[in-house]
């Protein structure tokens, strides 16, 4: 341990970042418990690193007492007076017991040390960049699968993508270039974890932000996503310059940026819809490609309404397996019920039927009477 140990301890600074003083201490930590392993465990040592020479010493610290009960904890003060007159009892005493071999074992310890201390620098390193790339999307390699996870290869580090976090329509192979999307990164016992998607809603954020340089630069907002990853997603989006329309600026000419998503996501079907302060024209746009005769809010809940579409556009405005209904729903945040006109009209003549639109009418004539009444009386 000589000038050898200190310009690999600056090597490792430079190189790794890794601090001298920091692998200098977990150095002396470690070095007592060697010495205690191979040399007695009941003595109170102490190791100091000579950092000009690089040399190590051991030192055994005895506190000074009237009688000595353990002899490798103590020393008596008429022992401690021949050393230092000035010595008293409880001051703290240090004897070099630096063994001749030490240097072996302390090298190896070093060794120990210093390769621990790497790797934690390296996984330190490795979680800062990242949780830099937390929430974006990054290009990996397909490595492997196993029964929970395909491994993607993102260059430092190897990613996982579970299966709920998997294209329903895509099959991985190894050697697979795909775009991913990092959903969350870890710093675990065993090191930096980072997990990736390919279903996250985000992901199409992302890739928008990448092929619309409008909606990279904030002039048209991608304001709220659906998508049922793999098969059809609806995108919201607004424009902030009344000059730029929002969705045939992300549909590109002749639908070229929209066209290089849907390659991208394996022919996943995408509905671009423009996003209006008026629920009701968010609603009636949402459930594209379907026409909408009317929204109708449901009084007794703000975030429920009737969707009114033509007889035969009814199947459309639901869509297989209800999927379009389900998608604008997510989209607005409302909860949709689709009826036909014809449905709407029974609707109403039942009411009709039931007297119901009767007796609306004449509480609203009984409450005009009561009015018309009240200001009379104010008048008189």
């Not at 196993?146 to 580090?157: E, F, P, S």
């Not at 809603?201 to 002039?219: A, N, S």
Request: proline share 3%; hydrophobic share 40%; glycine share 4%.
């Amino acid at each position: 341990m000589s000038k050898e140990m200190l310009n690999a301890l600056d090597a490792l600074e430079a190189e790794k970042g890794v601090s001298k003083e920091i692998v200098i201490e977990a150095l002396e930590a470690a070095l007592i418990s060697a010495y205690k392993r191979h040399y007695g465990q009941s003595q109170n040592v102490e190791v100091e690193f000579d950092q000009k020479k690089g040399n190590i010493h051991v030192y055994a610290v005895k506190e000074v007492s009237e009688e000595v009960m353990d002899s490798q904890l103590e020393v008596s003060l008429k022992e401690a007076i021949t050393i230092n007159p000035a010595y008293e009892i409880g001051d703290r005493i240090r004897f070099e017991v630096t063994p001749k071999d030490f240097g072996r074992i302390a090298a190896q310890t070093a060794k120990q040390v210093i390769l621990q201390r790497v790797r934690e620098a390296e996984r330190n390193i490795i979680y800062n960049e990242f949780s830099a790339y937390e929430k974006d999307i990054m290009q990996g390699i397909v490595e492997r699968q196993d029964n929970r996870y395909i491994y993607v290869n993102l260059g430092k580090i190897e990613a996982v993508l579970s299966k709920q976090d998997q294209m329903v329509n895509e099959f991985y192979q190894p050697h697979d270039r795909i775009k991913v999307y990092v959903s969350r990164v870890e710093n675990t016992s065993k090191g930096p974890q980072v997990f990736v998607s390919r279903s996250h809603p985000d992901l199409l954020r992302r890739l928008f932000e990448q092929e619309v340089p409008e909606v990279y630069d904030g002039i048209v907002e991608i304001v709220s996503i659906a998508r049922e990853a793999g098969d059809r997603s609806k995108i919201a989006v607004r424009s902030h310059d009344a000059n730029i329309d929002p969705v045939g600026t992300c549909v590109g000419p002749k639908g070229q940026r929209v066209q290089a998503l849907v390659n991208e996501l394996k022919g996943e079907n995408m509905d671009i819809v423009e996003w209006n302060e008026d629920p009701a024209v968010f609603i009636a746009n949402a459930l594209n490609p379907a026409e909408v005769s009317d929204v109708i809010f449901d009084a007794t809940n703000p975030k429920a309404c009737t969707v009114v579409v033509p007889d035969y556009q009814l199947s459309l405005a639901i869509g297989k397996r209800g999927q379009n209904a389900r998608l604008a729903a997510k989209l607005t945040g409302y909860k949709i019920d689709i009826k036909s006109e014809s449905d709407m009209k029974d609707f109403y003549a039942q009411l009709d039927n039931d007297g119901i639109v009767e007796e609306i009418d004449a509480t609203i004539d009984e409450a005009e009477t009561i009015l018309n009444d009240e200001a009379t009386s104010v008048d008189e």
